[in-house]
């Protein structure tokens, strides 16, 4: 603990230090997660290691896409998955795996050490995401639908493409005739180790020509216990002559090694990187680690890492973001990290000065006494286009008389400024030709004397508009020379404006152009961001611009000093929040949210953001398959809620819609575990706190729907626990006066009978049916509407159709009796014959539609 309290420029100490001492424990804890390999397929890092693989062994490729939040999807993840036998079935052949959807925040900790999956294993989230338009294009092709699965044969034809299945035992069968078109597994082999002292090179001769992600697993666990920096300069001469591209990730532990790297194990990495011509790939790795938020988040500055950025100016100082982020510290990081990366400058580069040391700044900034928040400005009622129009006609009746009147050119660049955004805001014509006009007019203006520096302020914002951003820096530049004190720090705001918008522009352009576009840039924000007349945006501005660059630590700390001092600001939080997702360290939220909550104990917008945060930690707890862990987040994140509607009663409408989502959190969470039954609880809680929850869609692009289906569904354990006919009965109870979650639910047992249909359960399919026909009268009963009668009457024209099929006209006319007059036609007599019953039917569905429940995307 000693350690990471030592330094004085950690900010906020009670939140940086311990807070840096629990998530180096967890990160650790989900690298080293005990993987039972009786239940973990072993996916592949890359496309071309199972490819390799596959040729050696003469094995088939199996390619799996998966996506989440799909019933389909979550079943085979866990039902299949981490079956033993299905586990087993997966052996004969060289498995990978995609998915776009990142459960882990991040892919390694801060020792370097792999992060697998939560959801999937083996893999990091940035792989199998990687992975994903890879196996799209080179297998599968078509629309991208999930889940599915292919055997490759080693030639590259396909045995099978398999997907939208209903009952998962095909997938069964698929695998158990394909595997006879592979060698016969054998037992997992054990990894290679090291053949002798770890100080020679040829003892690391096996692990560094792995190939399967178990022998480079070994390899990288091997390189994490070495004690002497002469065992790593062993293992990279091995590794220089066997490796390969993904031995980047070796070298990732190296890298990030306690005490950090000397120069001459980091000489050896670089040779490394050049005999083994994978400068792209570790350059990557480089930048990742460099904008990563290191092991004291919340506090600027490069540390231990400082010595990385010689590194990446020898490994790749070419590329474009290599270059930017090499410019970047050395224009604005401390004196330290700023020697260490002036060798990226180049001939005949020199640093800017007076140079922003960012790091300093923040500093000064905090310690210094806070400063009120500027009240914000008054804003004028936009003016309509005809009292617009209106006044360029007259104006351009004076202006031929007095064509060079300043105060007229003014008066008319204004008038055609207004009218253009008011012409865009409504999409009319006309716009660019007025911005053309207004630009003209106002620079004639100043040119004519009329020195008032609100007219190029007024340019800026034209060139601006106009997307012209080297013409908006140029006009800033000029109006701050020109303007009076009192407005120089407008002028800084468009400086730092277009500056940011040309980083993209000058990123690996002219080197000494996009050198100083940083620095003025970074001078202009600290500025603007320190003076009296600040605002959220100018904050979020800094922290966004050093962010675009590649420095996240100073953009987390600039954020994180601007939370504590506008507490009650949204946009500032959701920046903060925004960076610290993109450093791939969202957990930090609730506990820095909860610091400044407790600095500020009257602030009922302090325990708001306190209890956001908390959620957000729940629902990335949820991601990480850690579903005790999200229930106990969103339990807190509710108590914040409700003390922050105890402060300010205005608020409880708000809180109220939060606190639902957090019922609605807990509820999936409980899914993760099959606990189906406290799923259906959690879903009639958040019902009964706010009933207009529906199409509400939480941080994992869930709605309360998904919760009721998958409460309600089947699943490999049996039929759902959930007393069906007492939620509906708590849903009554809750909201007497709305019917939606109650046909909610007879929609979902008519999607599980159409289900059981597909496993061939016809007799439960049927118990479904009548399930899903009582929902839908109860509906009907609290509120008699067409949309409850149409869902009444699917239900029951499906069932009247199964029966048809059967034979049982007799059954079928009682379904169909009730159906008819829902949709409006006339029940059938009971003379009616099977062909007149059938008719019926067939009217009945042209009028309904497909047989299915009602439709939504997933589903």
């Not at 905090?366 to 006609?393: F, G, M, T």
């Not at 730092?496 to 990123?507: I, K, Q, V, Y």
């Not at 207009?692 to 289906?709: C, F, N, Q, S, Y």
Request: net charge negative.
């Amino acid at each position: 603990m000693k350690s990471i309290l030592r330094s004085a420029r950690v900010a906020s100490p009670l939140w940086t230090g311990v807070l840096a001492f629990a998530l180096v424990c967890t990160a650790a804890a989900r690298a080293q997660k005990v993987v039972d390999r009786d239940r973990q397929i072993l996916w592949q890092r890359t496309v071309e290691d199972a490819v390799h693989l596959a040729r050696a062994e003469n094995r088939p490729l199996l390619v799996a896409v998966n996506m989440d939040g799909e019933s389909a999807s979550e079943r085979i993840v866990r039902e299949r998955y981490r079956d033993p036998a299905f586990v087993a079935r997966t052996r004969p052949f060289v498995c990978v795996i995609a998915s776009a959807f990142r459960h882990a925040p991040r892919d390694h900790d801060d020792q370097g050490r792999r992060i697998p999956c939560p959801r999937l294993g083996e893999v990091t989230c940035g792989e199998h995401i990687a992975l994903e338009p890879i196996l799209f294009d080179r297998y599968l092709g078509g629309e991208r639908i999930a889940p599915r699965h292919a055997v490759i044969l080693p030639d590259g034809t396909k045995d099978f493409d398999v997907f939208m299945l209903f009952d998962m035992r095909d997938l069964d069968k698929k695998l158990a005739g394909a595997d006879q078109l592979a060698p016969p597994p054998s037992a997992v082999s054990a990894p290679p180790t090291l053949s002798g002292p770890a100080s020679q090179p040829a003892s690391w001769a096996a692990l560094a020509r792995a190939k399967d992600h178990l022998g480079r697993a070994a390899f990288e666990e091997a390189l994490s216990g070495i004690v002497s920096e002469a065992d790593g300069v062993a293992a990279l001469r091995a590794m220089s002559s066997a490796g390969d591209a993904g031995s980047v990730e070796a070298l990732r532990v190296l890298l990030r090694r306690s005490p950090p790297p000397s120069p001459e194990l980091l000489d050896a990495v670089a040779k490394t990187v050049e005999a083994l011509g994978i400068q792209a790939p570790a350059a990557a790795a480089l930048r990742e680690q460099i904008a990563g938020l290191g092991r004291r988040p919340g506090a600027p500055g490069l540390d231990e890492d400082a010595n990385l950025l010689p590194l990446l100016r020898r490994v790749d100082a070419a590329s474009a973001a290599s270059r930017t982020l090499l410019f970047a510290y050395a224009a604005l990081g401390t004196e330290p990290d700023s020697a260490l990366a002036a060798p990226a400058l180049g001939a005949g580069l020199e640093l800017p000065k007076p140079r922003p040391d960012v790091a300093r700044w923040w500093s000064g900034l905090r310690d210094a006494p806070p400063v009120d928040p500027a009240p914000p400005k008054p804003v004028a009622e936009p003016r309509s286009a005809a009292s617009l129009e209106e006044e360029l006609s007259e104006l351009d009746r004076e202006l031929d008389t007095r064509p060079n009147d300043p105060e007229l050119t003014a008066r008319y660049g204004r008038a055609s400024l207004a009218l253009a955004e008011r012409r865009t805001e409504s999409g009319s014509e006309g716009a660019p030709l007025l911005l053309q006009d207004a630009d003209r007019f106002l620079e004639r203006s100043w040119q004519g004397g009329k020195r008032d520096v609100t007219l190029l302020f007024e340019r800026a914002k034209i060139a601006y508009l106009r997307g012209k951003y080297a013409d908006e820096e140029k006009i800033a530049i000029e109006a701050q020379a020109a303007a009076p004190p009192d407005a120089r720090i407008e002028a800084e705001r468009w400086i730092g404006d277009a500056a940011a918008r040309l980083l993209a522009a000058r990123s690996g352009a002219d080197a000494a152009a996009e050198l100083d576009g940083i620095v003025r840039g970074a001078r202009a924000f600290t500025e603007v961001a320190a003076s009296a007349s600040a605002d959220d945006t100018d904050w979020i501005s800094l922290g966004s611009f050093l962010g675009a660059l590649g420095m996240r630590r100073e953009e987390v700390a600039i954020l994180g000093l601007a939370a504590e001092r506008r507490v009650a600001s949204p946009a500032i939080r959701g920046a903060l929040n925004a960076a610290l997702w993109a450093g791939g360290r969202i957990e930090l939220a609730a506990p820095k949210a909860e610091w400044i909550a407790a600095k500020n104990p009257d602030s009922a917008d302090a325990a708001w953001h306190a209890g956001f945060a908390r959620m957000l930690l729940g629902e990335d707890l949820r991601r990480g398959e850690d579903p005790d862990g999200a229930i106990r987040a969103y339990e807190k994140a509710s108590a914040w809620f409700r003390r922050c509607a105890e402060l300010r009663p205005e608020y409880k409408e708000n809180t109220d819609h939060y606190r639902a989502l957090c019922g609605l959190g807990s509820g999936f969470a409980h899914l993760l575990a099959d606990r189906r039954a406290d799923a259906a609880r959690c879903f009639a809680e958040a019902v009964a706190i706010r009933p207009a929850i529906e199409g509400t869609r939480d941080g994992l692009d869930r709605e309360p729907v998904d919760l009721l289906d998958g409460a309600l569904e089947w699943r490999e354990s049996g039929r759902s626990p959930v007393d069906v006919a007492g939620l509906i009965g708590a849903l009554e109870r809750l909201a007497p006066a709305d019917s939606t979650w109650i046909r909610a639910v007879a929609d979902s047992e008519l999607r599980e009978a159409l289900r059981a249909d597909g496993r061939g359960e016809i007799v439960e399919g049927d118990r479904y049916l009548r399930v899903s026909i009582d929902a839908a009268r109860r509906a009907v009963a609290v509120s008699d509407d067409e949309e409850n009668r149409r869902a009444l009457a699917q239900s029951l024209t499906i069932l009247a159709e199964r029966l048809l099929e059967r034979g049982d006209a007799g059954e079928a006319r009682k379904w169909l009796a009730e159906a008819a007059p829902l949709l409006g036609e006339t029940a059938p007599s009971s003379n009616d014959d099977t062909e007149a019953l059938k008719g019926l039917a067939a009217k009945l569905r042209t009028a309904l539609g497909e047989a299915r429940p009602r439709f939504r995307p997933g589903r």
